[in-house]
């Protein structure tokens, strides 16, 4: 696909969503993409490698919960792949501090050429399980909002992102059209680790993509003991 094309479609699409993308902005993606699909060949980074639906799938789906971003000074994104959703929340926000955190040291070899070639700042990467990472003083308790994109069931995915999350910060879930059941069998997790679902918000993106967005506050301290050893969140969920 052409620069041209790709724009074109890039900056409608987020429109729909009432995100503006730049010229500017839309050449970082176009790079990202390009990027994405060369180190593809070599090592398993996406399922996806058409142009329209990495477009939708990919960079629209990652930039839907921009609008949650808007105080914080810190985000990170776990479990972060080939950088989703964090990549393109950080072509959206210079100005704030990413960390994104994987526990495949291949993957953040392919974040840091993006971080090059593109050249963005405050973006540090992380290779570490998040059961690991979560008991270093340097992150503990420390991030405003925490992401994450088709990681893990909810219970488990809480234990993974809330103790990272300051008191009165947020995390986001990105999850699929049905997580009633997911919500449902929480509860305990919510409440062992000092969480409250403030809002749930169902989204249809461009190329029929379902997706609900759990934004999570964090109420109270989360117990030193959490998340426990890597490997037991999810094998025994709260």
């Known amino acids: 696909m052409e620069f041209k094309e790709f724009e074109k479609q890039l900056i409608e699409n987020s429109k ?7 010229e500017n902005q839309a050449k970082s993606f176009y790079e990202y993409m390009l990027l994405l699909l060369g180190w593809n060949q070599k090592i398993n980074l996406t399922a996806i490698t058409d142009e329209k639906e990495i477009i939708n799938k990919h960079f629209i789906d990652s930039i839907s919960i921009n609008k949650y971003l808007k105080e914080a000074k810190n985000v990170m994104d776990i479990g972060t792949g080939a950088g989703f959703p964090g990549i393109p929340l950080k072509l959206l926000n210079k100005d704030i501090n990413f960390i994104l955190v994987d526990s495949l040291n291949k993957r953040i070899n392919f974040l840091a050429e993006v971080k090059e070639k593109l050249e963005l700042k405050q973006l540090e990467l992380v ?19 925490v ?31 049905n997580v009633e059941e997911e ?17 749930i918000e169902h989204l249809k993106l461009p190329g029929e ?30």
């Open 183 to 199: 919500i449902e069998k929480a509860n305990n997790a919510l409440e062992t680790l000092g969480g409250k679902i403030e809002n």
């Open 147 to 177: 992401v994450s994109r088709a990681v893990a069931n909810l219970s488990v995915l809480l234990e993974y992102m809330l103790p990272f999350i300051q008191k009165n910060g947020i995390c986001i879930c990105m999850k699929g059209p």
């Open 209 to 238: 993509l379902e997706r609900n967005i759990l934004v999570i506050r964090k109420v109270k301290e989360t117990p030193t003991k959490y998340p426990r050893k890597a490997g037991i969140p999810a094998k025994q969920p709260l």
């Open 127 to 145: 290779h570490s399980r998040v059961e690991d990472l979560a008991q270093n003083a340097k992150y503990r308790e420390k991030i405003d909002v």
């Open 16 to 22: 729909k969503i009432s995100e503006k993308i730049t």
